[in-house]
């Protein structure tokens, strides 16, 4: 199964604080899981990505947790600004035969930051 | 440097009518891609291109064709659109090695009335 489950679907939150979303996955297949963010008419631009033997990373303000028992990950976004408000899709790799990556992706946050 | 570029950024359909979109990237990428995104649902692959001449099928590849005649140009048709193909195309690349950072185009939007 290639599904990987997000949620919630939407979230607001003030300016300064430290929205949360979660996915969770059952192919133990996957090689990788990334964060893609996608502002209002462009396409999604990697955030930042984590390796399933590592159970945290930092990239700036942007914090990915994985738990691999549980099979589940989640992004922090710490300090939110206005600017951070956007559509966060989580996703997961693996490699296709001859080259690449599927990815299989989550079905989205909507973040809006309030100031 | 562009990027990956779209072709067109908008466009109406009947049912029935066929059309092409077409895909650009300027990074040298080995891979290319096709999605779609519908409210509710994410992204999902519809074809895919490990390299030029070749292609494979993604998730949801049916009503669709793709070609990869040059390694920078990666082409999707529709030869007889359907409402249900009402959506937001994107097309992606990456390079060789992390592969799991596609770099996407601005998006196509396309409805089929």
């Known amino acids: 199964q290639q599904q990987v489950k997000q949620s919630p679907q939407s979230l607001i939150v003030q300016k300064g604080g430290i929205p949360i979303i979660n996915c969770a996955y059952e192919?133990?297949?996957?090689?990788?899981f990334p964060w893609y963010q996608q502002f209002p008419g462009k396409g999604p631009a990697l955030l930042i990505a984590?390796?399933?033997?590592?159970s945290e990373k930092k990239e700036g303000r942007f914090t990915i947790s994985f738990n691999k028992s549980a099979k589940q990950f989640s992004l922090h976004i710490m300090d939110s600004q206005p600017g951070d408000s956007a559509t966060y899709f989580c996703?997961?790799?693996?490699?296709?035969?001859?080259?690449?990556?599927?990815?299989?992706f989550g079905t989205g946050t909507q973040l809006k930051v309030e100031l | 440097n562009a990027g990956v570029t779209q072709t067109p950024k908008f466009r109406v359909l009947k049912t029935g009518q066929s059309m092409t979109l077409l895909c650009a990237q300027d990074?040298?990428?080995?891979?290319m891609y096709w999605y779609r995104q519908d409210p509710g649902m994410g992204l999902r692959l519809i074809h895919y291109s490990v390299g030029e001449g070749t292609t494979a099928k993604g998730e949801v590849p049916d009503g669709y064709n793709v070609s990869r005649l040059k390694k920078q140009n990666f082409l999707l048709g529709l030869e007889s659109a359907a409402p249900s193909q009402t959506s937001v195309y994107f097309c992606?690349?990456?390079?060789?090695?992390?592969?799991?950072?596609?770099?996407f185009g601005p998006g196509t939007r396309l409805t089929v009335t």
């Open positions: 192919n133990t297949a996957f090689d990788y």
């Open positions: 996703a997961a790799s693996w490699v296709l035969t001859g080259g690449g990556n599927k990815l299989t």
């Open positions: 990074m040298n990428h080995e891979y």
């Open positions: 992606a690349s990456s390079p060789q090695g992390i592969s799991y950072e596609q770099y």
């Open positions: 984590i390796r399933p033997d590592v």
